[in-house]
């Protein structure tokens, strides 16, 4: 724990910062979501934590504390790209209405709102959204990097593609089922249970989501690598 902190001091003043934002804006709109938020983050950052242990582990040739580091690391990795979901939460709120002006008043009519509040709402689910997703696809990044050294390029693809998919079923079963990430292990059978009753939109959305992870995660890569 201690060389975790150490190796991410940066990412985890970054969280509390965070924390300490979501506080303010729980006291002041009273909205249990920034809590929510709160507690998002950290579950995004423990991915990070995980892989990180997964190699000093590998590095030490414990091969049975590596498996178990690297399973643990893939069943909680989609928290981490979970926060774009949050952004649902402004599905209400009211960011613009059309103003009984007439057809040629200046921008057609739009009138936006002033409400500090729900702008302040939307940056606040980008800011953990951005810091979720860029900590997770570094965990990502470090474990393709363990499985190309063990493995090869080529396998390292087909778990980047494989990883992606379980992520997006993953989230699936957390927004829609709303099962937690320990919920696989200390409630398989249920999990199981409402899994094995997917329908249409489950599996289009498993596949949109899996791309989405997939297209962040290449970018991502592609100014790693540079």
């Known amino acids: ?17 965070y924390w300490g934002v979501c506080i303010v804006m729980l006291f002041k709109s009273l909205d249990f979501l920034y809590a929510a938020l709160s507690w998002n983050v950290l ?5 990070l934590f995980f892989i990180r242990q997964a190699v000093m582990t590998v590095g030490q040739r414990k091969i049975s504390w590596s ?15 979970y926060l774009v979901t949050d952004f ?7 960011f613009r209405w059309m ?7 200046p921008g057609g009519g739009i009138v936006y709102s002033h409400d500090i509040l729900i702008w302040t709402k939307l940056l606040v689910i980008a800011m953990g959204f951005f810091y979720s997703i860029v900590v997770g696809l570094e965990s990502v990044y470090i ?8 493995y090869s390029r080529k396998i390292g693809y087909a778990s980047i593609l494989s990883v992606s998919l379980l992520t997006g079923i ?50 991502f890569r592609s100014f790693k690598e540079k």
């Open 67 to 81: 498996v178990f580091w690297i399973l643990l690391w893939l069943f909680f990795f989609p928290n981490s790209v």
């Open 143 to 150: 474990f393709e990097q363990i499985v190309r050294k063990k």
């Open 170 to 219: 993953g989230v699936y079963i957390g927004r829609f089922l709303r099962f937690n990430s320990w919920d696989i292990v200390f409630n398989p059978l249920q999990v199981l249970q409402q899994v094995a009753e997917v329908d249409r939109f489950a599996v289009q959305f498993i596949i949109a989501f899996s791309g989405f992870v997939l297209f962040c995660y290449m970018l």
């Open 99 to 105: 103003a009984n002006v007439g057809p040629y008043a």
């Open 43 to 47: 579950l995004a950052i423990i991915p």
């Open 88 to 94: 649902i939460h402004i599905a209400n709120e009211k």
């Open 1 to 17: 724990m201690k060389i975790f902190f150490e190796k991410h001091k940066v990412l985890v003043l970054f969280m509390f910062a």
